[in-house]
Each structure stands twice: as C-alpha cells, then as structure tokens.
C-alpha cells in the first residue's frame, strides 16, 4: 500500500502559491489508492515564530483551510506534529549521521541566511525534523510544492546514511523507507507569482490570503503591475502577470478568449482595470464554497480537535512503529 504524507508549516494565513502549489494537491492525492497523511508543522514554525496567541491562531487556522477547501477526513488523518512526539526521537537517530557539510547546503536556510535572518539552531536543523516526518510514516510519496525538493532529496540521504549504516543490523534489513518527492503536474501551479509579479510568499509582502474578498482583495489583486499602454495596443498575453492569475481560476475557453481579445487589441480588446475586475470576481467565486465551510469550521472548534486527535492517534501508531525499528538496527532497544 502507497503511503502519501505531506505537511504545511502554520507560520501565517494560507496564501494561493501555498494552495495551488502544495494544499490541492494534496486534497487531489486523496482520491488515489493508498494511506494518507497530512500535518501542520507546527513545531517547524517555532523556528521563526515569537508570538504565542498567534502561533495558536495560525495552526488552528491551518486546520480549517485544510477541511474547508475539501480535505475529507474520512480519506486521510490530518494532525498536528505537536501531537506526534516520536518524530523528535527519530531526529535525533538521523541528526547522528548526518554530516553538518548537508545542512550547510540547504538552499532555503542560504537563502535566509542571505536575506538577514540571524539563524537559530532550529532553523539550520529544520531539515532533519523535516526528514524524522517524512520517514516516519514509511511514507513512499511526498507532494511538495518546488522549494521544498531539496528538503525531500535531504530526508533521501539522511535514510539512506542511516540505512547504510545500521540497516545490516536491522531484522528487517533496513531502518527506514526511501521517499520520493511528487510536484504539482500543472506547471501554473507551481510558482504563483505574487502581487509584485515576484513568486508569492509570506515573507516578501506579496501574498494573498486564499480566503480574501470584498475591497481588500481588489485592493491587492489592483497592486499587480500593469504599464501604460492602452487596451487598444495589441500585447503578447504570456507577458501579463495578470494572466498567471486569470489562469489560476478560469476555464480553458474563457481564459482563451480574454487572450485572444488582447493580442488582437482594438475597440473590443480589455483593459488591465477589467482584467483586474474579472480576477477579483473568479477568485471570489472560485474559495466561495471553501469560504463558507470555514466559516462553519470557526463555529465548531471541537468537530476540529477532534479530527486532529483521531489522525494524530493513527499517526503516531506509524510512528511508534518505525522508531522502534530504527532504535533496534542501532542499538538503542
Ligand atoms: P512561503 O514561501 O509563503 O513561506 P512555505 O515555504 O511555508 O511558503 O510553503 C508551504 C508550501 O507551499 C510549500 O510546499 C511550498 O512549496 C508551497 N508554495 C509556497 N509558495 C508558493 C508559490 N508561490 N507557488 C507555488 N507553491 C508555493
Ligand atoms: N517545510 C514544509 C513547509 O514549509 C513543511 C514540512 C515540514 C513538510 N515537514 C514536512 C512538508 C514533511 C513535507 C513533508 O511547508
């Protein structure tokens, strides 16, 4: 049986890059045969977190974006990692033979590192926590949006230095199970671009919350560069950062027609106010079904905890599982 498993950090209100490049495939992977796990990496955001209350908020909001946007229970055990406390004893057995020199070469803590951030140890170790979920479900299939690859390939060689190490010894011939990364197949989807035309992100400014609307989201989706030529001036459509976003949400023939209307210009061709216009409505219509069943999930925080803790109880039986067979190969039962 395939094992699915997957995990979003809660360090913020979800944005479309996270939706469309990680949340709906996901969602999608459920439909296939196999065991399905998904989490909020709630320890993971302690590395940048410091606000207590909004930790809190972010990982409970998680929770409702996930259910609210059609994640069935039923399909799959949606838990905290808070709640799953064997990953930090399967960190440890991986930390012991990893090589500093791997986590050095994390892009994403380079790029930190880069933009000014003042690295605390979790922050550097972030990829061996990363690598203890991952393979402690014996997860075969990970769906990731594309900055998150190089920490899948890192949970590959942290199993495969503790394999080769210790597997020998192991009455299973192996401690742990290779996973392999799964990206989103429509290439759209997997860097949104934000606002500022730059890939969509928490951290740059740019993002737009899945569940916007009304006035903040036209006052958003209106930050989306444009120029100064008039709707008659033909344009090549694929330059618009517009179209990335019309593309997220419209049909196939609709999207074609607004294309074809600006590439011919003249009187009937569009301005960027009502291409704008037509991204706001389609987004809104788009979430408005999710957008309804959150708001039903913040009446019913107890329906919440309780499908956290039914998929938390399936997890850590997983977990309990793999541990101890890493904790015999090497020694330590
Ligand atoms: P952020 O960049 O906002 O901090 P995270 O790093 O927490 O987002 O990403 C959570 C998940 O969403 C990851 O799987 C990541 O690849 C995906 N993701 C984030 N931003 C985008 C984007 N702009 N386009 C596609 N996928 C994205
Ligand atoms: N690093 C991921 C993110 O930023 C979250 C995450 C933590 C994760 N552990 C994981 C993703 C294991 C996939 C598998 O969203």
């Known amino acids: 049986m395939t094992t699915f498993l997957s995990g979003i950090q809660s360090s913020g209100y979800l944005h479309l890059g996270n939706y469309f490049g990680a949340i709906r495939q996901h969602i999608n992977a459920t439909s296939e045969a196999g065991d399905h796990f ?29 259910l ?22 399967i960190a440890w057995l991986l930390s012991c033979v990893t090589g500093m020199g791997l986590l050095e070469r994390a892009h994403s803590y380079k790029d930190k590192v880069a933009n000014g951030v003042k690295p605390n140890v979790g922050l550097f170790t972030y990829p ?6 991952i393979l ?26 503790f394999n080769n190490t210790f597997g020998k010894y192991a009455p299973e011939g ?7 990364y799964r990206m989103a197949a429509t290439k759209r989807f997997q860097k949104v671009p934000g606002v500022d035309g730059q890939k969509m992100s928490k951290s740059y400014g ?5 569940f916007e609307s009304g006035k903040k989201l036209k006052k958003a989706i209106g930050r989306v560069p444009t120029d100064s030529r008039s709707p008659e001036d033909p344009k090549d459509p694929e330059e618009l950062v517009l179209f990335d976003f019309l593309a997220l949400f419209l049909g196939e023939e609709e999207l074609e027609d607004w294309k074809s209307r600006v590439r011919i210009g003249g009187e009937g061709a569009p301005g960027y106010g009502h291409l704008k216009m037509r991204v706001v409505e389609a987004m809104e219509e788009y979430f408005a079904p999710a957008r309804k069943r959150r708001e039903e999930l913040l009446d019913n925080p107890d329906e919440v905890e309780r499908i956290l803790q039914a998929g938390a109880k399936k997890a850590r039986a997983r977990a309990q599982v793999v541990r101890d067979r890493a904790m015999r190969a090497c020694g330590l039962k």
């Open 68 to 89: 609210a946007l059609g994640l069935d229970p039923e399909k799959c055990s949606l838990f905290r990692q808070t709640d799953v406390p064997e990953v930090h004893e």
């Open 206 to 210: 740019n993002s737009i919350w899945i």
């Open 38 to 66: 998904y989490f909020i990496a709630d320890y993971h955001s302690l590395t940048t977190s410091r606000n207590p209350d909004e930790l809190r908020e972010f990982v409970r909001e998680t929770a409702i974006t996930y």
């Open 174 to 180: 192996y401690a742990f199970c290779r996973p392999e």
């Open 136 to 161: 402690a479900y014996d997860s075969d299939i990970v769906p990731v949006g594309k900055d998150q690859i190089q920490h899948v390939e890192m949970a590959q060689d942290m199993a495969g230095y």
């Open 128 to 133: 061996i926590l990363m690598a203890a979920d």
